[in-house]
């Protein structure tokens, strides 16, 4: 039995427009020290993947399937119980490290009340446990600014200290929402090394959200690509970039910066925008923006198709030449 096994995961919001699936049929596993990533557009389906995973959906939306951490079944787990799963087994680095700090708390106090909820330190030893942690994520004199304020930092700082508090309690597992979003490259990768270090340190199993597929390609060892809810194609990151086999995971790929693109050149883009829930087809979300769908694309959900071990991708035209663009 895997650490955490989601199986047939749906999430549905109680909207205006009716009920809509967020999320749809989503499985997947994790193992302790294993790293998976789940790659997508904005509104594709990742953050309410990491809420569900976390306790934390909005009070619309409706769960339905198994998520499972060590044979416990977090799926209508009463709230008190999760509070003490939550911070605790499984943490999470959210995506907007300024909203995800409380700004008239002192960050100390906050990197310390997992420790005291949790493990119930006292004052002074949840402090010291919280220097030791802000000094490992890259906080310089950390004893000192232990009182100090979330906006007396950089946005660099607040992503670490916001990195610190998900560890405190040594979670099983660590959930990064586009951790490096409002980041610049050279914070971006920092960021991300450091969070690899403390996943092989303390051997944590790794759910790295995000929408640049380079950041997925050298950080996870395990991909899900997901669009309009569903994952349209998955396996291990070496198998999917090696061959990208549904039109949404080329279309990325075709949109991304070219080292060495000529001035002036136009990047590739996928037509048109990622639809409302409530506008997606009965069939493969992607086929309202997909240059190679038929008419069958709108009307029949695509099953997985295999491709290599463990890779497959859910496409009814896998047989069929990719045109000249990405999409």
Same mark, same amino acid.
């Given at each position: 039995m895997a650490m955490l096994e989601v199986q047939e995961l749906n999430v549905f919001l109680h909207t205006r427009r009716g009920? $809509?699936?967020a999320v749809r049929d989503l499985s997947f596993s994790l193992e302790r020290g294993q790293t998976l990533g789940l790659i997508g557009e904005s509104g594709?389906?990742?953050?309410i993947t990491a809420l569900a995973l976390m306790g934390l959906l909005p009070d619309n939306a409706q769960v339905t399937g198994r998520i499972k951490l060590d044979g416990k079944e977090l799926v209508g787990l009463a709230? @008190?119980?999760l509070c003490r799963i939550r911070g605790d087994r499984i943490a999470m680095v959210f995506q907007e490290p300024m909203t995800a700090l409380n700004p008239v708390h002192s960050i100390g106090d906050q990197v310390a009340e997992p420790l005291r909820l949790h493990q119930r330190l006292t004052r002074a030893a949840a402090k010291a446990q919280s220097i030791a942690l802000l000094e490992r994520v890259g906080i310089a004199d950390a004893t000192r600014r232990f009182d100090a304020y979330p906006h007396q930092f950089s946005g660099g700082q607040r992503q670490r200290i916001t990195i610190a508090m998900a560890l405190a309690c040594g979670p099983d597992l660590l959930i990064a929402d586009e951790p490096t979003t409002a980041l610049d490259v050279t914070l971006q990768k920092q960021i991300l090394q450091l969070i690899q270090e403390l996943v092989q340190e303390r051997n944590m199993a790794l759910l790295l959200i995000s929408h640049d597929l380079g950041v997925v390609a050298?950080? $996870?060892a395990r991909m899900l690509v997901m669009y309009g809810g569903s994952v349209v194609e998955s396996g291990a990151t070496s198998q999917v970039f090696a061959h990208m086999a549904h039109p949404y995971t080329r279309g990325l790929m075709g949109a991304r910066p070219r080292l060495g693109a000529l001035p002036g050149t136009r990047l590739a883009t996928i @037509?048109?925008? $990622?639809p409302e829930l409530a506008d997606l087809p009965p069939g493969c979300p992607f086929a309202g923006r997909c240059t190679m769908a038929v008419d069958a694309c709108s009307a $029949? @959900? @695509?099953p997985p198709v295999p491709l290599d071990a463990g890779h497959q991708a859910r496409c009814l035209r896998l047989d069929q030449s990719p045109p000249d663009s990405a999409t």
């Open positions: 009920a $809509v699936r594709c389906g990742k953050s709230e @008190p119980s050298q950080n $996870v @037509p048109g925008s $990622v $029949v @959900p @695509p």
